[in-house]
């Protein structure tokens, strides 16, 4: 059986980022808070965790303290908040977020409704919100446009959550412009989601059987093996080695291996390992 792996397998550039800085950091002395998990991925939680970086839920007292920003990003307010508070501030913003911020305020400030195509309930799309005080409309789906907005709209500005689905975006614009007469499209989907998202349109056709590698919390792994397994029902998602059952592989010449932008190597690596062995 021969393996094939995704050359966009594994962390993006802006994990690898945010989890440097965050250890780093760490490794400086520093008492360091972060609201939320660093990434949706347990193993690399419980590294940030093991290192001294303590996860909290909402701001206390920031004397002696630093926040760590996250990869996706946070809202002014809580930027803010947190000065008041005391916190040193260390910012690991992925550098592709902080661009979708720049836009969005760039749109406010020329007289757009801002509208973002993504999660409504997802930390980068609370944070691109948190640069508009919360005013814009947010699409996930086309066929749940809120309509009565939408029609009141005279001039839009639309920004993508960085690991979209292309495809899903492109049906929302679309309906958009034929119901906004100004729509200014922003695709801000990221390089590496588009990478990734680019070998998953392909791989699922050219081997018998996919595995996609990522934490269930994981958003971008989710929209992997969604597309993977519409395009070949032989997918499957798994967080470790322990969920592949052998018999899945029977009479497989070829497994294709895809692992999302929160997944470590070693996790890859691993049921890589299995995966021969098998
Ligand atoms: S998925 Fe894209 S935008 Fe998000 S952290 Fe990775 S590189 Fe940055």
């Excluded at 934490?215 to 070949?232: E, G, M, P, V, W």
Aim: include cysteine; charge should be positive; aromatic fraction near 6%.
């Amino acid at each position: 059986m021969k393996i094939n792996v995704a050359k966009a397998a594994g962390f993006c550039f802006g994990v690898k980022r945010a989890l440097k800085i965050a250890l780093d950091t760490a490794h400086s002395g520093a008492k360091v808070e972060m609201l939320g998990d660093i990434v949706h991925n347990e193993d690399v939680v419980k590294e940030i965790s093991d290192a001294g970086v303590r996860k909290i839920n909402r701001l206390g007292r920031g004397t002696n303290k630093t926040l760590l920003i996250r990869a996706h990003g946070s809202s002014i307010e809580i930027y803010e908040r947190a000065a008041k508070l005391g916190y040193t501030i260390v910012d690991a913003t992925c550098p592709m977020v902080k661009e979708i911020h720049k836009i969005v305020k760039a749109l406010k400030r020329e007289g757009c409704d801002v509208i973002i195509i993504g999660d409504r309930i997802h930390d980068e799309v609370r944070g691109i919100m948190g640069q508009l005080n919360g005013e814009a409309v947010v699409i996930d789906d086309v066929k749940k446009i809120p309509l009565a907005k939408i029609k009141n709209i005279k001039k839009a500005g639309v920004v993508v959550q960085s690991t979209q689905n292309l495809e899903r975006t492109t049906a929302i614009v679309e309906f958009l412009k034929g119901h906004i007469s100004e729509v200014k499209f922003y695709d801000t989907i990221c390089k590496p989601t588009r990478m990734k998202q680019k070998e998953i349109r392909n791989m699922p056709l050219k081997n018998d059987i996919m595995i996609v590698i990522g934490s269930k919390k994981s958003a971008n792994t989710k929209r992997l093996y969604q597309i993977s397994n519409s395009l070949n029902k032989r997918s499957y998602w798994v967080q470790s080695k322990d969920e592949i059952k052998p018999e899945w592989f029977q009479d497989a010449r070829s497994v294709g291996v895809m692992s999302g932008a929160s997944t470590p190597d070693y996790t890859t690596k691993d049921i890589i390992e299995y995966l021969q062995a098998i």
